[in-house]
């Protein structure tokens, strides 16, 4: 007797969420639902990392045009792929040796964590004659792998910065991560910890400074509480590609 062969078969549910049309429609949707739930002072940036093209451009066609990326290499493929009128953020860490690839186009960088890496911002902008908005990363989850400048460190840098000729980039306020858990109580904790240093930062260094006016926290498992707290720029990828 020959060999059995069992015959599967894919659920008819997974197929119509798997359609093109279905998966646009449904991207459409969820960036239309998130936006009824933001207020107007607030900002979605959709972060786009480890989503095909196809999928990407799905939610460009559904309106948004502010997209996300963690790692420099997949931003440059994708804006190599994508409509040039994308305003593309890169909110990962940082290596000094990639940003010369990004500062001709990007549009504001989340992620700055030391001193010698604003310096390198300024010095690839100037070259490109642009000015590239920069958010200043404070780190007060409880996971180490988190990149960002501790609570001790948070004025000394502020006090350095501000006295340096740094003409080419301009500090547009701070971005921060909360933990990776489900107890909000914490999560809030956090973003009033994060939400504390901004209005000192602000009142202390960039009073007279009305671009020093964003707050980039929250993301697809946290926004809501972010947003209580003063967030004007969420960044949110799984609740927008669900």
């Known amino acids: 007797m020959g060999k059995e062969y069992k015959i599967t078969t894919i659920p008819a549910v997974i197929l ?7 998966r646009k429609s449904t991207i459409a949707k969820n960036i239309v639902n998130i936006q009824a739930k933001i207020p107007a002072h607030c900002k979605l940036i959709v972060v786009s990392k480890y989503r095909d093209i196809e999928e990407i451009q799905f939610a460009y066609d559904a309106g948004q045009r502010e997209f996300a990326e963690n790692r420099v290499q997949p931003l440059l493929e ?4 994508l409509p040039s009128d994308i305003q593309w953020h890169l909110i990962g860490h940082l290596q000094t040796n990639k940003v010369k690839f990004m500062t001709p186009f990007i549009a504001m960088i989340h992620s700055v964590d030391s001193v010698k890496l604003l310096q390198e911002i300024d010095k690839e902008a100037q070259k490109h004659d642009r000015i590239i908005p920069c958010l200043i990363q404070l780190h007060v989850a409880q996971e180490e792998t988190k990149f960002g400048l501790s609570a001790e460190k948070i004025h000394p840098f502020f006090q350095q910065i501000t006295q ?9 306020g701070i971005m921060a991560m909360a933990s990776f858990t489900e107890d909000q109580s914490q999560i809030e904790a956090e973003f009033d910890q994060v939400a504390k240093a901004f209005q000192e930062i602000k009142s202390q260094y960039y009073s007279n400074n009305p671009h020093f006016c964003e707050l980039s926290i929250g993301m697809s498992s946290d926004y809501n509480i972010a947003i209580e707290k003063g967030s004007t720029l969420i960044r949110v990828g799984s609740a927008v590609f669900a």
Do not use: D
Request: aromatic letters at 0%; hydrophobic letters at 40%.
């Open 78 to 81: 994708r804006v190599a792929a």
């Open 16 to 22: 119509h969420r798997k359609h093109p049309m279905n």
């Open 164 to 172: 340096m000729n740094l003409n080419n980039i301009s500090i547009n």
